[in-house]
């Protein structure tokens, strides 16, 4: 997961490349294989304000889930199933 104070496109592809490429994914997968993790999630942490909040929706098909968390804590999760 990616945790921003701001909206940066770059970090939506990153996340994206990352997910998508075999050879990170296998070696995350046989780094953790004593503790059966069967599936990684990329993310983006932003804070809850319309202004981050738009333009990372409109990106969400790069990554999994977006939290948006405002400044009391209180978090909300978008998640990209919900969207496609």
Known sequence: MENKSYF???DFI???RL????VYS????????????DEFKYGIGIPNKNEYLN????????????IAV?????CKKYLKKDFY
């Not at 296998?26 to 993790?37: E, G, P, Q, S, T």
């Not at 333009?55 to 977006?66: A, G, H, K, L």
């Not at 405002?70 to 209180?74: E, F, P, T």
């Open 8 to 10: 940066c496109l770059n």
């Open 26 to 37: 296998n070696d995350l997968y046989k780094l953790l294989k004593r503790l059966n993790v």
């Open 70 to 74: 405002d400044n009391d804590g209180v």
């Open 14 to 16: 990153k996340l994206n």
């Open 55 to 66: 333009s990372s929706i409109s990106n969400i098909s790069y990554v999994d889930f977006i």
């Open 19 to 22: 997910k998508n490429d075999k």
